[in-house]
Each structure stands twice: as C-alpha cells, then as structure tokens.
C-alpha cells in the first residue's frame, strides 16, 4: 500500500465535503468488467477489502481508480485484416479498396475484441482534505489525468490545481548542485539527469556517484550546469525517513519510505487489514510533514 510516487496537486482548505458525501459521490462511477465490445472500462474500487470506496483514517482518505484495458495489439488486427482480404479477392476477382478495406478493419476488432486477454491496473490516491492535499500513487501525468477525469465525471464540484511553487524544480535542483548540498532537512543522494536546452539536447547521467562528496563529480557537475545543462532530475533524502527522486514536472518518483518506517508499523499489526491501517495512518502522518518541507525548500507555494 506504500505509494512509490507522487502526482501533487492542491484543493481548497479544506475541502467543502464530507466522508459520507464523497462515498455516495464516487458510487456513480463504479467499476465493472470490460465488456466484450468495448477496449477499455474504468471506475472506483475498494481500497481495501471492506467494500467501502473510501477509506478514512486520522482525517485522511484513500480512494482507488481500478482500469482494465483490452490486449488487442494492431499486429494481430493487422494479420487478420490480410487474410480476410486475401479471401475477399479471391472470391470477388478485384483488390479490396479503402472503404472497403475499413469496413473490414472493424469488422475483424469486434470479432476478435470479446477473445482478448484483459489487464487491470489499479492507481491509488491520498487525500487530506484539511489541509487540501490530493497526490496521486502514478509515474506520469497521464495515468493521474485518468482519475481526474473520473472524479470530475461523478463529483458535484472538484475544485482541484496543480502544485506551483515559488522556486521551480529544476532551478531550485541547479541550485542544490551547484552549492553541492541540498536545503535544511533534505540530503543529495547519488543519482542525477542533467539535459542541455539546444537542438541536440545532449544528456549526462549519474548513476549511484557521491554528488555532494566527492570534488571530482562535483566540478563536472558545475562545469556541466555552466555549460547551460539543466537538471531533469534528482535522487534526495528527507529527513533520513523518505527517499524520493524529484523531477522537473515537481512529480515524485521512486518514492521509498525507510525501513525503519515500515519495521514500525508492522509492529502491532496482527492481520492484514491491521497492516493496512497501520500503513496508511503512518504514511500519512510522514506525507503531512513531508510535503510542507518540500514546498518549503522550493521557496514557497504559489497561491492563485
């Protein structure tokens, strides 16, 4: 249940709606099994195994997008669409033209859709409405703008923004780097993307190297980021409890709560559902002071 990144975006403080209302809210949006005649089906899911769509605990909540997409690669449409037209000109003496050849095209992905393998993808989403966090458990964007969409579709009002901060990410990484050491409460880890801005677009990579120790890696690091390289990301540690990599986007990823954390609330936890409580309540209590100090160290947030 641990999130392994962070999509950050910000609601009003707090949000104007109750536990009880966002469940009634979400259930116009359930998930069901794709059908045989569509591509793809999305909808929200328990986030754990109690049925609920939303799991409340300490003033937080969990919510769960599940998305299942149909297998049918073009190849397969493809190799099926010759043979058929391979048959059809046989029979009718001439070439399949383009309608013809469309027509076709359809006609073989309704038969073949109802026969392809299925795969399902659950994102996961961390809500404080109190203090008007919303961060999404997704690499990308995209995979994030999935559950956006959903929710606008079943909420009444979502008034949601995207996380802007005084200080951009990459310039505040330059920074960092170039300074060889990181704000208050954060330390440089050992890996960094650097990328110049020209047409090239040339990059340099490092990969498990002492950034901030050693003066060898240090000086081509500065001598890298004088020749306009900019960074596109960076591996840190916050407050020896949270390692994360920060990327130019202000996304989160390889998200990694420490050990000790995670030995700590495996402690009284005697089930699993007592290991996801337990879980949840500490990760949340770790994103609350976590997500303050990042903005903290990026100069502040933007207020529109």
């Given amino acids: 249940m641990w999130f392994h990144n962070l999509q950050i975006y910000r609601l009003p403080t707090p949000w104007a709606i109750t536990a009880e209302q966002l469940r009634e809210q979400l259930a116009r949006g359930l998930f069901f099994r794709c059908p045989g005649h569509e591509m793809q089906a999305r909808g929200w899911a328990p986030p754990r195994n109690d049925g609920e769509l939303l799991h409340a605990m300490n003033g937080a909540w969990m919510i769960r997008l599940d998305v299942e997409t149909r297998l049918l690669p073009a190849s397969v449409i493809n190799a099926e669409v010759r043979a058929q037209a391979d048959t059809l000109e046989e029979t009718q003496g001439y070439g399949c033209g383009r309608k013809q050849l469309k027509e076709l095209r359809e006609k073989v992905t309704s038969e073949l859709m109802p026969r392809a393998f299925t795969s399902r993808r659950a994102t996961h989403v961390w809500i404080d409405p109190k203090a008007g966090w919303f961060c999404v458990d997704a ?5 994030a703008d999935q559950v956006i969409e959903h929710l606008r579709h079943c909420l009444d009002d979502f008034p949601l923004t995207r996380l802007v901060t005084q200080v951009s990410p990459q310039s505040a990484m330059a ?9 208050d409460g954060f330390t440089i880890d050992r890996d960094c993307n650097l990328k110049a801005a020209g047409e090239e677009k040339s990059q340099v990579s490092y990969k498990r190297c002492p950034l901030d120790a050693d003066e060898e890696i240090g000086g081509e690091i500065k001598a890298h980021l004088a020749s306009g390289k900019m960074p596109t990301s960076l591996a840190l540690t916050w407050d020896d409890r949270i390692s994360f990599v920060l990327d130019e986007k202000l996304t989160i990823k390889r998200l990694a709560f420490l050990d000790l954390l995670k030995e700590e609330a495996a402690q009284d936890a005697e089930t699993a559902d007592d290991q996801f409580a337990a879980d949840f309540a500490l990760m949340t209590g770790e994103l609350g002071r976590f997500l303050p100090a990042l903005i903290k160290a990026l100069g502040g947030e933007v207020t529109l």
């Fill in 175 to 183: 920074d960092w780097l170039a300074g060889g050491e990181a704000p």
């Fill in 139 to 143: 690499g990308t964007p995209a995979k």
